[in-house]
């Protein structure tokens, strides 16, 4: 009975983000806005490879390290101001969904952030500190992203609100183009959002003596990545993850809303970190989560081929394992989750809900103690097993995916020996039922 409800609420759960327009204008967003992200972080690898005199191959050849520059601002125009784009195809998303004019809403939604986020910041010239007209990196990049996304979201509400009131739209006669109608007919929709959210940003400031950007980013971004980075707050979404999976359900999608920001935030605090000279010490990031959670697929699907190999004696099982080896290799399961299948079958239930958790735990743990780097690349889904711990992590990040593959191949094994009983039991008790008839 527990189970049943159990699995009834992690469905309807499902369900609900599924059809929920914010998290999945959220989602859609970053979703389209990853493959940038990675970029980003590739120009620091290159910027590395390339053009640094201490590990690069300028040291070979000094006339490259006058391309760091380009480097430099190839990363700054992808994750140096992530919070833009991500805020334009976030107001995008939800104006398809209401039905409103896309990129009007766009440009709506970047000019309120904008208008709420400092204008000045302070800089020290020949040691005297003072201020000057422009806008913060801070602003700009991954701490503006948790406060872009929820003023993006009221902002959105407000101007669709407004452009179905028709006394306030200008009309037009037939004759004249649908562009131009469209302009005229959002423009008081337009200046009465811009005059809510400029003058609500100054009168904030002016009661608080912060921006709201800087006051969202202390009270709820910088607690959250603090809790997504904690050992129990990863390890709870994985397998959180992995339950959904078990009911047949993509949990990458079901949490992506949530993980995607954060990770996405924690790889530009590496990439931040590195280029300071420090050390990055943000461990979870969506290389992280491709390298050592999901790798081979989602549960340590190739974890449980290797243990099918090996001690399988069902014939069934050691087919779906033979066509599910090839996508396992670049990280794609659901030929084995669905060809076993692993979908609400307890014999596997354990292993496939608990077995990315292990293997996030074992990265984790070499990560604390300093033997693997927190990634400053992240590598994209689809690089086959050890090349993409490589890219991102080092000879270390391959040597920890290994111990992982080797961990989780041992804990599949008790459950793959109980499913051959399980074929030994059924065969036997079909053999009786032979002999009676």
Not at 32 to 44: D, H
Not at 76 to 96: D, Q, Y
Not at 339 to 349: D, I, K, R, S
Request: with cysteine; proline share 6%; aromatic share 10%.
């Amino acid at each position: 009975m527990f189970s049943k409800k159990f699995e009834d609420t992690l469905l309807i759960i499902a369900e609900k983000v599924d059809e929920n327009k914010y998290l999945n204008s959220v989602k859609d967003s970053f979703t389209v806005f990853m493959p940038f992200v990675i970029v980003g972080s590739f120009a620091v690898l290159l910027n590395s490879v390339l053009c640094s005199p201490q590990t690069g191959l300028a040291q070979w050849i000094p006339w490259l390290s006058k391309l760091s520059v380009a480097f430099t601002a190839m990363n700054f125009a992808t994750l140096g101001i992530m919070s833009i784009p991500v805020i334009f195809l976030i107001a995008m998303n939800l104006a398809k969904h209401d039905k409103n004019p896309e990129y009007i809403t766009g440009v709506v939604a970047v000019a309120s952030y904008c208008s709420v986020i400092p204008e000045v910041v302070t800089i020290t010239v020949d040691g005297v500190t003072g201020k000057a007209t422009g806008i913060p990196s801070a602003a700009l990049g991954a701490q503006g992203l948790f406060v872009g996304m929820l003023l993006t979201i009221a902002i959105v509400g407000l101007f669709s609100k407004l452009t179905q009131i028709d006394a306030i739209k200008i009309k037009m006669p037939p004759s004249v183009p649908v562009g131009i109608t469209t302009s005229f007919n959002t423009l008081i929709p337009i200046m009465v959002t811009l005059v809510t959210a400029s003058v609500g940003g100054a009168l904030f400031h002016l009661a608080t003596g912060v921006y709201i950007n800087e006051f969202v980013y202390q009270v709820l971004q910088a607690p959250l990545e603090a809790v997504f980075q904690s050992p129990a707050g990863i390890l709870a979404i994985v397998i959180f993850s992995q339950l959904f999976w078990f009911l047949g359900i993509h949990g990458g999608l079901v949490i992506s809303p949530i993980r995607n920001p954060l990770m996405a935030v924690a790889i530009a605090a590496n990439i931040a970190a590195a280029a300071n000279g420090q050390i990055p010490d943000q461990a979870v990031t969506y290389g992280f989560w491709l390298n050592f959670v999901v790798q081979g697929g989602a549960g340590m699907i190739f974890s449980l081929i290797l243990a099918i190999f090996m001690f399988s004696k069902r014939e069934d099982h050691r087919m779906v394992a033979k066509l599910g080896f090839g996508p396992a290799v670049f990280n794609i399961s659901e030929p084995v989750v669905f060809g076993l299948p692993l979908v609400l079958n307890p014999t596997f239930a354990i292993p496939f809900i608990f077995n990315s958790g292990i293997a996030c735990a074992i990265a984790l743990f070499f990560t604390k103690i300093g033997f693997m780097p927190c990634n400053i690349v992240d590598v994209p889904f689809g690089v086959p097993l050890l090349l993409g711990a490589f890219i991102g992590h080092g000879w270390q990040g391959t040597v920890v995916q290994i111990i992982s593959i080797a961990v989780t191949t041992v804990t599949w094994i008790p459950f793959v020996l109980m499913a051959n009983k399980e074929a030994e039991r059924e065969a036997m008790r079909k053999a009786a039922v032979g002999k009676e008839a």
